[in-house]
């Protein structure tokens, strides 16, 4: 079993401002009764022009990111505006075009296109499915695709991939991410794949004909295009960036659309939610808005990543040059204005697997998660075929020799992970840097291990060759480890350390590694572990003579209570405790549960009787002086 711990490139300073394109739907006479003529026209490729209504003589100017006319292509508008934003997904950001302006100016046809015209809908997916595709596989990562699309009808959330769903409610989970429990999302493999789910499921979407538009988009649409990329080496280390699409439903005048009866109501739930996200860009740009009105209509809570979230984000603003339409065209023009203003944090969002460390569960609880749970069972079936073929994130773990070791590497990972005030990019390089140390360790304690079972097969052949003494002196130091033992029996000599540093490999290798080292001075290490070294008992602990005992008691209480509870940061608080050895005895804690007096702490790797001895003067000291 995995739990999915959500890390991200840390406090991202890169920003990414929303661009704003503007797109001239060409000039329709059926559109223009009066045959005024266009009341909008392009001036160049940034620049556009619109009459200004207080004085006809003048004209208002307007500056945006590009300026499409209406002669500019849908492969164009897809270049220019939509391509430069799509790799940021495959490296596990967000990006998010959404289409914005009047009813009748364009949107549909800019998001969606036509079979002949394709828009940007399709041209994007199909860029995605180039993208992964034109990825080295040296690179080491494996990419898979998935969509789910969904539409928001007076103020319901409906899944067009699934059309007899219900209004789905919209949560925010811990990481800030906008999610939508029950929403279909379906894994595609090719574009026309994509096609195949995505034509029928557009035909769900709620369109009527309006006085201004014959199909007129009565709901916000939104496509997500979801790519995860696993790497190969470590594939617990996952990366996934979304593609949100969206095709927003047009605001209204009512008295020129001609709206009544479901269509006035469909009207001021569209216009309602647009009012909202004018709302959210002028308190967005406001800089000082205590709140920012997300919650007010589901489209801004859904759009909530989108406009001073983390996506990369391209609006497409759509005019239309008739004169019925010159108020709609002027606010959107406004609208969009204020809207490039916005600012944007992108960053990459990444999710670390972690085992979750077995527990072992009562037949009830088995049988309640195994009952109703098929899917669970599936996955269960999926994972143990998977560890099988050696191809899951699990399987990898379960590969390697030591599964305890890898365990309690993990659920220090966890605990690390856990704690709340760490910097999200030092921790990743702890983790890698624990598991390099783990990994050595363990090559250590193989190397401890073959060297005892030589010695095994030795003390065999001695006792055979009734060489009884020199047997027990060469076995006597590893008995020794073991405080409680005072008569141990020859087989036990050889066998115990080697029980201890398997169940126990992460910590106890320390003291194994010392002992394996120094067989001949095995006798003084292990006094040290009771008695100070020659010469330094009495500097060591005059100091300590010199205090109240009480005082003194109190000062090693609070110390071994810090090393039990302590996190990361607090035990580096702790005087001559610096990164690693506060991970060590993070480690400690994790394995041996706590530590029942201060001198276990001589168990931590590095840590030696003296450095002990000064340890404790440096922290009694330390915290009488404060
Ligand atoms: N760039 C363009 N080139 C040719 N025709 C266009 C262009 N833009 C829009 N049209 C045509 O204008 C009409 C209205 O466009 P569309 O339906 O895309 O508007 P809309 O903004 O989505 O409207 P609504 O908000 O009511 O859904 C359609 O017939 C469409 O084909």
């Given at each position: 079993m995995a739990q999915r711990l959500t890390v991200s490139d840390g406090v991202s300073k890169k920003t990414s401002r929303v661009r704003v394109a503007v797109r001239l739907r060409p000039y329709m006479s059926r559109q223009d009764e009066k045959d005024e003529g266009p009341c909008v026209r392009g001036l160049d490729s940034q620049n556009l022009e619109i009459i200004n209504w207080r004085n006809a003589t003048e004209t208002v100017k307007y500056h945006f990111d590009v300026f499409h006319g209406e002669q500019t292509t849908q492969q164009e508008v897809f270049l220019s505006s939509v391509k430069p934003i799509l790799p940021h997904i495959l490296?596990?950001?967000?990006?998010?075009?959404?289409?914005?302006?009047?009813?009748?100016?364009?949107?549909?046809?800019?998001?969606?296109?036509?079979?002949?015209?394709?828009?940007?809908?399709?041209?994007?997916?199909?860029?995605?499915?180039?993208?992964?595709?034109?990825?080295?596989?040296?690179?080491?990562?494996?990419?898979?695709?998935?969509?789910?699309?969904?539409?928001?009808?007076?103020?319901?959330?409906?899944?067009?991939?699934?059309?007899?769903?219900?209004?789905?409610?919209?949560?925010?989970?811990?990481?800030?991410?906008?999610?939508?429990?029950?929403?279909?999302?379906?894994?595609?493999?090719?574009?026309?794949?994509?096609?195949?789910?995505?034509?029928?499921?557009?035909?769900?979407?709620?369109?009527?004909?309006?006085?201004?538009?014959?199909?007129?988009?009565?709901?916000?649409?939104?496509?997500?295009?979801?790519?995860?990329?696993?790497?190969?080496?470590?594939?617990?280390?996952?990366?996934?960036?979304?593609?949100?699409?969206?095709?927003?439903?047009?605001?209204?005048?009512?008295?020129?659309?001609?709206?009544?009866?479901?269509?006035?109501?469909?009207?001021?739930?569209?216009?309602?939610?647009?009012?909202?996200?004018?709302?959210?860009?002028?308190?967005?740009?406001?800089?000082?808005?205590?709140?920012?009105?997300?919650?007010?209509?589901?489209?801004?809570?859904?759009?909530?990543?989108?406009?001073?979230?983390?996506?990369?984000?391209?609006?497409?603003?759509?005019?239309?040059?008739?004169?019925?339409?010159?108020?709609?065209?002027?606010?959107?023009?406004?609208?969009?204005?204020?809207?490039?203003?916005?600012?944007?944090?992108?960053?990459?969002?990444?999710?670390?697997?972690?085992?979750?460390?077995?527990v072992k569960r009562s037949?009830?609880?088995?049988?309640?998660?195994?009952?109703?749970?098929?899917?669970?069972?599936?996955?269960?079936?999926?994972?143990?075929?998977?560890?099988q073929d050696g191809s899951s994130p699990s399987a990898h773990y379960h590969s390697l020799s030591e599964p305890s070791v890898m365990e309690r590497l993990i659920a220090l990972e966890k605990l690390m992970m856990s704690c709340q005030d760490r910097n999200r990019q030092s921790v990743l390089k702890d983790v890698a840097q624990s598991r390099k140390e783990i990994q050595e360790l363990k090559e250590k304690q193989r190397e401890f291990e073959r060297k005892a079972t030589l010695l095994s097969q030795l003390a065999k052949e001695k006792s055979s060759s009734k060489d009884e003494a020199a047997f027990k002196n060469t076995l006597a130091p590893l008995q020794r480890k073991q405080p409680n033992v005072t008569k141990p029996n020859k087989q036990q000599a050889v066998v115990q350390p080697m029980q201890v540093s398997q169940l126990q490999p992460l910590q106890h290798l320390a003291v194994v590694r010392k002992q394996s080292v120094c067989v001949t001075k095995e006798k003084k290490k292990l006094s040290d572990l009771v008695e100070p070294p020659d010469g330094k008992e009495n500097v060591e602990s005059s100091w300590e003579s010199q205090l109240d005992k009480s005082v003194l008691n109190e000062s090693k209480q609070k110390i071994l209570h810090i090393l039990n509870t302590g996190c990361l940061k607090e035990l580096k608080g702790l005087q001559q405790i610096g990164d690693k050895k506060a991970k060590l005895i993070l480690g400690w804690r994790e394995i041996q549960g706590h530590f029942t007096k201060l001198e276990d702490l001589i168990n931590i790797e590095g840590m030696t009787q003296k450095r002990f001895s000064s340890f404790m003067k440096a922290n009694i000291l330390s915290a009488l002086g404060k």
């Open positions: 490296n596990g950001q967000n990006a998010s075009v959404f289409a914005y302006g009047p009813t009748g100016a364009g949107k549909t046809h800019t998001m969606l296109g036509t079979a002949e015209q394709p828009g940007v809908i399709p041209r994007a997916v199909r860029e995605v499915f180039n993208l992964v595709s034109a990825k080295d596989e040296d690179e080491g990562w494996d990419y898979s695709i998935g969509m789910s699309y969904l539409e928001i009808y007076n103020e319901k959330v409906l899944d067009l991939l699934s059309p007899n769903s219900q209004d789905l409610p919209i949560r925010e989970n811990k990481d800030k991410n906008i999610l939508i429990p029950g929403l279909t999302h379906t894994a595609i493999s090719s574009f026309s794949d994509f096609d195949k789910h995505f034509i029928p499921a557009t035909l769900n979407r709620t369109t009527a004909s309006t006085k201004l538009n014959q199909r007129s988009s009565r709901s916000h649409a939104i496509l997500l295009i979801k790519v995860v990329r696993t790497q190969r080496a470590l594939p617990h280390r996952q990366q996934t960036g979304k593609l949100y699409l969206v095709d927003l439903a047009g605001s209204e005048d009512n008295r020129r659309t001609g709206n009544q009866g479901i269509r006035l109501k469909e009207s001021g739930a569209i216009n309602l939610s647009l009012f909202t996200l004018s709302k959210v860009v002028d308190a967005l740009n406001s800089g000082t808005a205590a709140r920012i009105p997300y919650r007010d209509s589901k489209l801004t809570r859904l759009l909530q990543d989108s406009l001073g979230g983390s996506a990369h984000s391209v609006m497409i603003t759509n005019i239309a040059p008739e004169y019925r339409y010159y108020f709609d065209t002027f606010s959107a023009l406004n609208f969009a204005a204020k809207s490039k203003l916005i600012v944007n944090k992108p960053f990459t969002r990444e999710t670390v697997a972690v085992p979750v460390l077995p037949r009830e609880e088995h049988e309640a998660v195994g009952s109703g749970a098929e899917p669970h069972k599936k996955k269960q079936k999926e994972e143990k075929k998977s560890e």
